[in-house]
């Protein structure tokens, strides 16, 4: 049986993580309202942007952009994978570079060649080791998504597809769903191509565009890739606080078992050390008589 003192001092240090680990939780809680706040206000933005390019679309207007056309040839696919810089965050980060294996895996005979764009450090770290010949950027998050990192991401990758360096972009990235559910997400980016209306389908749109369609295209295509670029990145922030929130609790709890746990088995030694004195006394006692 373990010596009372190493119980006693094994019993102080998960004492002393079970402090971290509910600083932590409580830490996560109030950094998880703000970024909740930011991805429910981006949400309705992001969504009416992409609405209005479908019904210019879908109204038959002449209106084109160079981000709206597919490549004839897919030589280069570019995943946009967006992860966490920190870590303790449950299985947050890993099923997000499962997710961009998987699609490398299942797209390898579509194109010739893969390139990767990294926002966040868990990313960095593990593809510098695995896939470091096709990082093209890479970059951490920081401690606060901004708007202006999105837009830089989102030009840079707007000029590669349209220098014709990559035929495809798509995003992965965690969703933000609820608190107890961060789902892994495979998002097409660029050819940005809206949901035009079938033929003979043609929609009249409720309001009137000046001076035309395509100069309103070149003003909101732009600004709707990097929409999509930094609510990638928001739902991001809001699942990694979220998932670190839960594994901080559950680490929480399981401190606690083991505090029971420890503290039981200190009782039962130290019992049975007083009943081994006692005995060591009476049988001392018996000797003498």
Do not use: C, W
């Amino acid at each position: 049986m373990a010596n009372l003192k190493d119980i006693q001092r094994r019993i102080t240090s998960v004492q002393s993580t079970q402090k971290i680990t509910s600083a932590m939780k409580m830490v996560a809680a109030a950094k998880l309202r703000r970024a909740q706040d930011a991805i429910e206000a981006a949400r309705p933005y992001a969504e009416r942007m992409r609405a209005t390019l479908d019904e210019v679309a879908a109204s038959g207007l002449d209106g084109s952009h160079p981000l709206f056309e597919p490549h004839e040839e897919k030589k280069t696919l570019e995943v946009v994978v967006i992860t966490s810089d920190r870590g303790l965050a449950g299985a947050f980060n890993a099923n997000v570079i499962k997710a961009v294996e998987a699609l490398v895996t299942e797209r390898k005979n579509e194109f010739a060649a893969f390139s990767l764009t990294i926002v966040g450090k868990k990313a960095i770290d593990y593809f510098k080791r695995h896939r470091a010949s096709q990082i093209s950027e890479a970059r951490e998050v920081g401690p606060h998504v901004n708007y202006l990192e999105a837009q830089q991401v989102a030009r840079r990758l707007m000029a590669r597809f349209e220098h014709g360096e990559v035929d495809e972009v798509v995003l992965v990235y965690s969703e933000f769903v609820s608190t107890m559910t961060q789902t892994p997400k495979i998002s097409p980016l660029l050819p940005f191509a809206p949901e035009a209306a079938g033929e003979g389908e043609e929609e009249k749109l409720p309001y009137e565009i000046e001076p035309d369609a395509g100069k309103l295209l070149a003003v909101l295509v732009p600004k709707a890739v990097e929409i999509e670029v930094f609510r990638a990145l928001l739902e991001s922030q809001a699942g990694e606080h979220a998932a670190r929130m839960t594994a901080m609790e559950s680490a929480t709890k399981n401190t606690q078992e083991l505090i029971e746990a420890l503290t039981l088995e200190f009782n039962r030694a130290r019992q049975a050390a007083i009943t081994s004195e006692l005995v060591e006394i009476i049988t001392g006692a018996q000797a003498l008589d």
